[in-house]
């Protein structure tokens, strides 16, 4: 989405990367994380409490877990919102941990100004207490 269509005023909003931050177990919301944007551009991705998001680029890894429905805002092209029903607890704890993000930080190639892991994260291993195989995304 270009900034074309972000504007100063807006019921809708769009979701930075910088949301995302390793201290917070949520989004961090302010003027410097959120932008408003043209309502005819917004695209609803039925952001729900519990719901996983992701960033792919810019701060790879970085987790967040919404704490409410979020049906006004949308997530930039660098954040996903992961696909789960079970265990999310578990994952996301697992997500926020230094094991996760050392996986990532060796998968994802080097060398750019800003990292691209794309859906890298989907090849983690997620080791499950009690089990003897390893959960994948």
Known sequence: M????YIIDSHK?????????SHSFIPIINKETIT???PQVFKNYNLKENDIIISKDSNIGETI???EDMQDYMLSGALYKLPVDKNKHYLFAFLKHPYFLKQLDIMTPKGATIRHAGKRFLDCK??????KIRMRL
């Open 2 to 5: 270009g900034s074309i269509n």
């Open 13 to 21: 909003f769009f979701i930075k990367t910088r949301a995302l931050q």
């Open 36 to 38: 408003p944007i043209r």
């Open 65 to 67: 877990m919404l704490d």
């Open 126 to 131: 997620i080791p499950l207490p009690n089990q």
